[in-house]
T-cell receptor
Framework: KNQVEQSPQSLIILEGKNCTLQ??????????LRWYKQDTGRGPVSLTI?????NTKSNGRYTATLDADTKQSSLHITASQLSDSASYIC????????????FGKGTKLSVKP | NAGVTQTPKFQVLKTGQSMTLQCAQD?????MSWYRQDPGMGLRLIHY???????DQGEVPNGYNVSRSTTEDFPLRLLSAAPSQTSVYFC??????????????FGEGSWLTVV
């Protein structure tokens, strides 16, 4: 079954600290993996997109990694800020003619002062 | 540059009523889609369109109808609202289906409550 599992479900960290969010997937065939940030009451906003051949991609203080062999991805946030408080959603795009997106349930991150 | 615009932001409906959620994009994207987001679940695809005049069903299409008469607009119609359709709805658009790694842009969401 095509699934995307994220951990932890929720996370609380202090401002200025680093954190890492995990994403494991069983989607096949694989096309690409995306991380989105969703602020409360807003729509998801794209952070990174990685294809099979890409191991790491950065977007400012956000760095995503992909291990296509183990079907794992992580999103590392450096020097967290209060504005990083949001849900982070891992999304895997299936390959082939279907090509549908499989969404994880998200990790809710709270950054406290 | 508006991106993807959804209206209304909030709506309360009575069971059995019908309504249309509007979605418009100004990026000349061919691919548009509608998702619903429920607590404890990932976003689920309702309907999608690969271009004007072409629509298809997603994962949870029952109770919803769509049309794509222009590239810019992709309205979602609830035919006879049910409490199970209480959810947050997101419209999205992209240059293609995303296989090439193109960014998928989401609207700000429409909060629908059916009582």
């Amino acid at each position: 079954k095509n699934q995307v599992e994220q951990s932890p479900q929720s996370l609380i960290i202090l401002e200025g600290k680093n954190c890492t969010l995990q994403c494991n997937y069983t989607v096949s065939p694989f096309s690409n993996l995306r991380w989105y940030k969703q602020d409360t009451g807003r729509g998801p906003v794209s952070l990174t997109i990685m294809t099979f051949s890409e191991n790491t991609k950065s977007n400012g203080r956000y760095t995503a990694t992909l291990d296509a062999d183990t079907k794992q991805s992580s999103l590392h946030i450096t020097a967290s800020q209060l504005s990083d408080s949001a849900s982070y959603i891992c999304v895997v795009k299936r390959g082939g003619s279907q090509g549908n997106l499989i969404f994880g349930k998200g990790t809710k991150l709270s950054v406290k002062p | 540059n508006a991106g993807v615009t959804q209206t209304p932001k909030f709506q309360v409906l009575k069971t059995g009523q019908s309504m249309t959620l509007q979605c418009a994009q100004d990026m000349n994207h061919e691919y548009m889609s509608w998702y619903r987001q429920d607590p404890g679940m990932g976003l689920r695809l309702i309907h999608y369109s690969v271009g004007a005049g072409i629509t298809d069903q997603g994962e949870v299409p029952n109770g919803y109808n769509v049309s794509r008469s222009t590239t810019e607009d992709f309205p979602l119609r609830l035919l006879s609202a049910a409490p199970s359709q209480t959810s947050v709805y997101f419209c999205a658009s992209s240059r293609d289906r995303g296989l090439s790694g193109n960014t998928i842009y989401f609207g700000e969401g429409s909060w629908l409550t059916v009582v």
